[in-house]
């Protein structure tokens, strides 16, 4: 069964970069027809959908996120990346990497499989 775990920093500060890989062990990113997908919450808000990037490599972005994001894999190590750049006080979050299986994201589904989830503070 694919498992997924976030990492990076719990702390940025305001103009900086925030970074965060997602592990995945269980089954390779490569593999299969999947969007390995970046998603976030923000207190009292809803998921948001940031990214993702396919098995084959092409990756989607968010339009209204796209200035500021990079997606990025490394295959040899089985990972993805996020990169937000110059983020503020708004991007404090709870980001989660997961598989899913479409672009069109309406939600947490049975047959998708999510990280547990990082929370991220930005400072002021």
């Known amino acids: 069964q694919v498992q997924l775990q976030e990492s990076g920093p719990g702390l940025v500060k305001s103009s900086q970069t925030l970074s965060l890989t997602c592990t995945v062990s269980g089954g390779s990113i490569t593999a299969n027809y999947y969007y390995w997908t970046w998603i976030r919450q923000s207190p009292g808000k809803g998921l948001e959908w940031m990214g993702a990037?396919?098995?084959?490599?092409?990756?989607y972005y968010n339009p209204s996120l796209k200035s500021r994001t990079s997606i990025s894999r490394d295959t040899s190590k089985n990972q993805f990346t996020l990169q937000l750049t110059s983020v503020t006080p708004e991007d404090t979050a709870v980001y989660y990497c997961a598989r899913i299986r479409s672009l069109a994201f309406n939600g947490r589904r049975p047959e998708d499989s999510w990280g547990q989830g990082t929370q991220v503070t930005v400072s002021s």
């Open positions: 990037i396919s098995t084959s490599g092409d990756i």
